[in-house]
């Protein structure tokens, strides 16, 4: 059972989310989320800092239902596969939600710091995302990925916002193309980043004495004369 925080934590989201599905974000007033949510604003800033962060508490629901609904049958599937099922389970969740996400990217759209801060947060969730598709997000590498699959999945959103089928097939075919495209990219860092490495590795050999230094010439002080060497 829900302790009564995470019991107003909850209605300040569902809250916020439902002033978001009318207004761009930045409209929106703590006041009239506290009121709708049936709590105090001193309640609101107990446990939130603002806005967005109401916006990431939103974000993390939406990934913890993502990973809670794992589906065993995809594990032996292509990593592309599981992530195409994994993304498709986050539009299932979003699905009460769609107009909230579609005035979230109009505001994005009409504001710089908006954008960078939502950039951040869908990040951090496509990490988490490739996580539950079993796809590495470790190092540099793993950020690529991470900002990679959220400029993918910012696209399909723009498709999924006006998608009215229920099937969702405009949104899958937006979905696939992007990953592919993401594939493609993938492959050729994965290659840079391997000659990169190996590159380094050979380098830091060289520095710890590994290699022997290239040769000098010899200076005409120190060439022997031909009867020195006998």
């Keep these: 059972m829900a302790s009564k925080a995470e019991a107003q934590r909850a209605r300040i989201v569902d809250a916020f ?59 032996d599937e292509p990593g592309r596969e599981r992530l195409f099922d994994v993304l498709m389970r986050r539009f299932d969740a979003l699905a009460p939600y769609k107009e909230a996400v ?66 969702l097939a405009k949104t899958m075919m ?3 193309r992007e990953l592919s495209r993401g594939e493609r990219y993938l492959d050729t860092a994965d290659r840079i980043w391997a000659g990169l490495k190996s590159l380094d590795d050979r380098l830091s050999e060289w520095r710890r004495g590994g290699r022997s230094r290239p040769s000098r010439p010899a200076t005409d002080d120190e060439v022997t004369s031909p009867g020195d060497g006998i």
């Design 102 to 167: 579609r005035s979230l990217s109009r505001s994005a759209r009409g504001d710089a710091g908006t954008a960078l801060a939502l950039n951040g947060l869908v990040v951090r969730s496509m990490g988490f995302m490739l996580a539950a598709a079993r796809i590495s997000t470790a190092g540099s590498l793993g950020r690529l990925k991470a900002q990679g699959l959220a400029i993918a999945w910012a696209r399909a959103v723009d498709t999924w916002v006006d998608d009215d089928d229920p099937g």
């Design 17 to 75: 989310v439902g002033r978001l599905a009318t207004q761009p974000l930045s409209d929106i007033d703590l006041n009239d989320v506290a009121a709708d949510a049936g709590v105090t604003l001193a309640d609101v800033r107990q446990h939130f800092d603002g806005r967005l962060a109401i916006l990431k508490a939103f974000v993390q629901r939406i990934d913890t239902a993502v990973l809670s609904g794992d589906d065993p049958e995809m594990r």
């Design 174 to 176: 937006t979905l696939d």
